[in-house]
């Protein structure tokens, strides 16, 4: 619609083969998951809006973090062995005008599991 863009969290995810996790490798700065202070490297991403993560490419995960600005996700993380949930609003740097974090184009082969990718 109008007016209205999609930003991601600023999650830099990767994924763990040997059991298959989503883990935080790092945050962008100026995005929801930095800017809340409730986000930590190396929390494993279990759940985004209730959809359990198991299984899904980083492509997928984008999908499930990106949405429209200012709208409203909760993750559900994994820290020391404790389920954590935290709320966020979408928001990228500035809030409002300007583009989005800027994501490489995925060109890569979509068939390996590793590498990292920015949600």
Not at 3 to 26: F, M, P, Q, T
Request: charged share 25%; proline share 6%; aromatic share 4%.
């Amino acid at each position: 619609g109008a007016g209205s863009r999609r930003v991601g969290l600023g999650l830099v995810l990767e994924r763990n083969d040997a059991n298959r996790s989503i883990v935080i490798r790092d945050l962008v700065p100026d995005f929801a998951a930095h800017r809340s202070g409730k986000v930590q490297r190396g929390d494993i991403l279990l759940a985004v809006d209730a959809e359990p993560t198991t299984g899904y490419d980083l492509d997928q995960i984008k999908y499930l973090t990106s949405g429209e600005d200012g709208s409203q996700v909760m993750l559900d993380l994994l820290r020391n062995g404790a389920r954590v949930q935290v709320p966020l609003v979408r928001s990228g740097p500035g809030g409002g005008g300007g583009g989005g974090l800027m994501m490489p184009t995925p060109e890569a082969p979509r068939d390996n599991w590793g590498g990292e990718l920015a949600c």
